[in-house]
């Protein structure tokens, strides 16, 4: 039944006209506003005004297949977050690999099953609402991360990132790649002479800037996270530290409290107890000369955000 509390947008790519009225009657059936487009290249002016929240493209059709309209709705549209559904009446594996190399998260097969549709179309939407959160709150932070295949092609930066980058004379556009030699040490052979794998952190000079390139996440999966730190000033909570005479743990607890995190959420935040929490927020109070947490995060803009 439809949800009446949210409507999801879908744009449904397909030059077949049954299979445009047959999901676009059952997507209005389950709640949703459907736009569609015959063609790859209709499809690229609509989202120029109307972004998707998700897209079911068909991948064979003349002219600009659907492939090359993924890679580029992905690359030049702005679309980098939203999650395209392939659908083809083709089933050979060198169409799954295509499409997934262009940018998309899942393959159905045609004639489509509707059940099978629905339940990956709620799947991909969640996920992709959990990205957005998360790379909403990385921008509002104000942290510097950079994510990266393995190779260094730059899949997503916080904007406060790609200043730094290009200040530096570094591209960060998603069509760019890291410097061979960050993704070198970053993700290469990093053991030492003693037999033990160093961590990535990698130093990059340049224009007068100075980066530092610090690896947060080595996990299996295509995505890597990095975050930047600016040399001349050290991170966010290094510069707390220094100010205010704060242990490490003090500085991330008060960088928090500065971004309006209640001690719940900080305990969540750095992996440790609401109480655990509060004692450092007392330290802190006591070595600002500070009573509430208020003052002090006055105090910490006033660090992070001096010239």
């Known amino acids: ?135 909403k709150a990385l921008d509002s932070t104000g942290r510097r991360i950079v994510a990266c295949d393995a190779s260094g092609a730059i899949l997503w930066a916080t904007p406060q990132a790609g200043e730094l980058m290009r200040v530096a004379g570094l591209r960060c556009d998603e069509a760019a790649r890291l410097p061979w030699e960050i993704v070198d040490h970053l993700f290469g052979d990093t053991t030492d002479v003693s037999g033990k794998a160093s961590m990535g952190n990698y130093r990059f000079a340049g224009n007068g800037a100075d980066i530092e390139f610090r690896l947060l996440d080595e996990g299996e999966g295509t995505e890597k996270l990095i975050r930047l730190i600016d040399g001349q000033k050290g991170s966010d909570e290094e510069q707390l530290a220094a100010a205010f005479n704060l242990t490490f743990r003090e500085a991330e607890v008060l960088l928090w409290v500065t971004h309006g995190k209640s001690n719940k959420e900080i305990a969540e935040i750095l992996d440790m107890s609401p109480r655990t929490v509060n004692k450092h927020l007392e330290q802190v109070f006591l070595k600002l000369s500070v009573e509430n947490r208020t003052a002090a995060a006055t105090m910490s803009v006033r660090i992070l955000w001096r010239d």
């Open 1 to 135: 039944m439809p949800d009446p509390h949210a409507q999801t947008n879908v744009l449904v790519v397909d030059d077949s006209p049954d299979t445009l009225t047959m999901l676009t009657d059952a997507l209005h059936f389950e709640g949703m506003h459907v736009t569609v487009a015959t063609t790859g290249r209709q499809a690229l002016g609509l989202v120029e005004t109307d972004l998707p929240d998700i897209v079911l493209m068909d991948a064979m059709m003349p002219g600009i297949d659907g492939f090359e309209t993924c890679r580029i709705l992905k690359s030049e549209k702005g679309c980098e977050d939203v999650p395209v559904i392939f659908m083809t009446g083709f089933r050979e594996s060198e169409h799954v690999v295509r499409a997934l190399a262009s940018g998309g998260v899942d393959f159905v097969a045609k004639p489509v099953i509707l059940d099978q549709l629905f339940a990956r179309i709620r799947v991909h939407l969640a996920n992709a609402r959990l990205a957005r959160s998360a790379r």
